[in-house]
């Protein structure tokens, strides 16, 4: 039997095994330490913002940037549809209400269907504490025609980059928009921690504030004082030292990502029906020039033109040990989320239906991906 191969697995290596090492033999075993605040100065310093806040997740950084933007109850918070949960779930930790905005044809927020909803929302006397976009599957959202339309409702811009670090759009890197950002280093994300995720800011009142709510609200006393609810949300030292050490791989792993979008275009261009998701990025973009970090790379399948489906394609991989997933579930199509308002145009429904991931980890090696385009290949041939 071969290996199972997975959708994105963590690319750890000698690097971080060192720098772990280091960490837990410095005694800085805590959240907070030396590895901390220098991962945060790196990471401050990759996504050009001035302040980084390492934190246990990137809930958490939704959580806390949205505390201070005064998303709560009697609140609405607008954001995509098309996203992982997480965005969500944050939202209504606050006691805020989750309004879900469709796609444009890239995945991302639909600055138009974006504009309606806000208007919508307005008429209907709603208080809108934020907007957040979420850079979906690693690509950039358009943020400038996000900006100009949140100046126009004076409502601040919270983006949700988990899924971007490392991308760059106009020449700015992810994680720059809007008045804070949000990164995630998940296990399966473009660089990992384990766990931990940061938010990104230039506000130093903002940095100091997420800061202090992630370490349980103490008040600068000696003895314990408290007049806010606070959190557990810090990063530990020794995660923030593997996460340095993912930093300093973090173009080499980009790049390698890259090759196996490449390596997907050219496969895929030779079959009908099936389209690369959000675009035809990364088949000759000069480096840095794409709107996208290559996280995963996903197609859709139109099946009337292909002859085989998107689930025909990732039950013929999982019976040849190679996972693949569907694109997220929409948000206003999840049972939790039923009762909360969402402005459709049917765009993230289709990708839901139609779309699919295709293994795209940088710690894959030549052969685990010749295995997974030769039974693409062989799937094709037979189906088309
Ligand atoms: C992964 C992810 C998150 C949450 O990050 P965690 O670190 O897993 O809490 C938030 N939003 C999106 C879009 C994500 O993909």
Redesign the pocket.
């Known amino acids: 039997m071969s290996e199972r191969i997975h959708l994105s697995s963590p690319d750890v290596t000698q690097l971080e095994e060192d720098a772990l090492v280091r960490a837990l033999r410095s005694g800085w075993v805590a959240p907070l330490g030396p590895e901390v605040d220098a991962f945060e100065a790196e990471l401050a310093a990759y996504t050009g913002r001035s302040f980084a806040v390492a934190l246990s997740?990137?809930?958490?950084a939704?959580h806390l940037g949205l505390l201070q933007l005064g998303a709560g109850p009697d609140t609405v918070v607008l954001t995509s549809t098309m996203?992982?949960a997480?965005?969500a779930n944050a939202v209504t930790y606050t006691g805020a209400t989750p309004v879900f905005v469709d796609s444009d044809e890239s995945g991302n927020l639909d600055p138009q269907l974006l504009r309606d909803a806000l208007a919508d929302q307005v008429r209907r006397g709603a208080k809108i504490a934020a907007i957040v976009p979420?850079d979906l599957i690693g690509k950039v959202a358009d943020h400038a025609a996000i900006r100009d339309l949140a100046r126009r409702y004076d409502v601040p811009v919270f983006v949700?980059a988990?899924?971007s670090l490392g991308a760059r759009r106009d020449g700015k890197p992810a994680g720059q928009d809007g008045i804070a950002a949000?990164v995630?280093?998940?296990g399966n994300?473009i660089m990992t921690t384990s766990?931990?995720?940061a938010l990104l800011c230039d506000d130093p009142d903002m940095a100091a504030r997420t800061r202090y709510l992630a370490t349980q609200a103490r008040q600068p006393v000696v003895h314990y004082e408290h007049v806010d609810v606070g959190y557990n949300y810090r990063m530990s030292n020794l995660l923030a030292a593997v996460g340095r050490a993912q930093l300093q791989r973090l173009p080499a792993m980009l790049e390698r990502r890259r090759g196996w979008r490449r390596r997907y275009l050219e496969l895929f261009a030779g079959v009908p029906g099936v389209t690369p998701f959000g675009g035809e990025d990364g088949r000759d973009a000069p480096a840095g020039g794409d709107h996208d970090n290559f996280w995963l790379t996903s197609v859709l399948v139109a099946p009337d033109v292909a002859g085989f489906s998107a689930e025909d394609l990732r039950a013929h991989l999982a019976a040849a040990d190679i996972e693949a997933r569907p694109l997220w579930k929409p948000m206003h199509l999840q049972p939790v989320f039923a009762g909360c308002p969402s402005y459709t145009n049917g765009a993230s429904e289709r990708f839901f239906r139609t779309g699919l991931s295709l293994p795209s980890g940088s710690v894959l090696t030549d052969e685990q991906f010749d295995r997974i385009t030769g039974a693409i290949c062989d799937f094709v041939k037979v189906s088309a």
Do not use: Q, R
Request: glycine share 20%; charged share 15%; net charge negative.
């Open positions: 997740s990137g809930s958490a939704l996203t992982f997480a965005t979420v949700d988990a899924e949000v995630s280093f998940n994300k766990g931990g995720g």
